[in-house]
């Protein structure tokens, strides 16, 4: 029978060796983001880009043929002027799978403001609705019709 230490130290081994051989699939070490932005930031020739086997979709999106690329600022444009929130989220996702981030970002604070103009505009509407309901009704809230009276409800005094 094995002794309580020694299952313990192959234990701690075993535990140390999984650990040490562990891969962070779909996370960028240190110096994989270093390199990942330098290269980023400063190469612009789609064949070194098709080298470094990280950016294959950058490289291709800047290889596109003219004709495509033209396709592309269309869709791009109509999506800007479009004001179908839904589908100008979906032309970003496609634009962000195709790692053009940039028009993805811009895409998506165009959605935001036409969701804030959206909520504002129902906010509006509505708020005109109860005024219009209410003095359809003949419950209006009085406002500030009678200035003459104080808190009380007595007629205020004239101090002139």
């Known amino acids: 029978m094995l002794d309580p230490l020694t299952l313990l130290m192959v234990g701690a081994g075993a535990l140390a060796f999984r650990e040490m051989n562990k891969k962070d699939y779909g996370v960028l070490t240190p110096s994989r983001d ?73 895409l998506r604070e165009r959605a935001q403001i036409l969701q804030q103009t959206m909520l504002q505009d129902a906010a509006k509407r509505a708020e005109e609705s109860v005024r219009t309901a209410a003095h359809a009704n003949g419950n209006a809230i009085p406002q500030n019709e009678n200035l003459e009276t104080n808190v009380t409800g007595e007629a205020a005094e004239d101090s002139v």
């Not at 291709?60 to 800007?80: C, F, G, T, V």
């Not at 996702?93 to 028009?103: D, I, L, P, S, V």
């Open 34 to 106: 270093e390199r990942y932005r330098n290269v980023m930031q400063s190469v612009h020739d789609p064949l070194v880009l098709l080298q470094e086997a990280m950016l294959r979709k950058r490289a291709e999106w800047r290889m596109r043929p003219p004709n495509l690329k033209k396709e592309h600022e269309d869709i791009y444009q109509r999506a800007l002027k479009s004001s179908n929130i839904a589908a100008i989220l979906d032309v970003a996702r496609g634009f962000e799978e195709w790692t053009a981030t940039r028009k993805a970002a811009t």
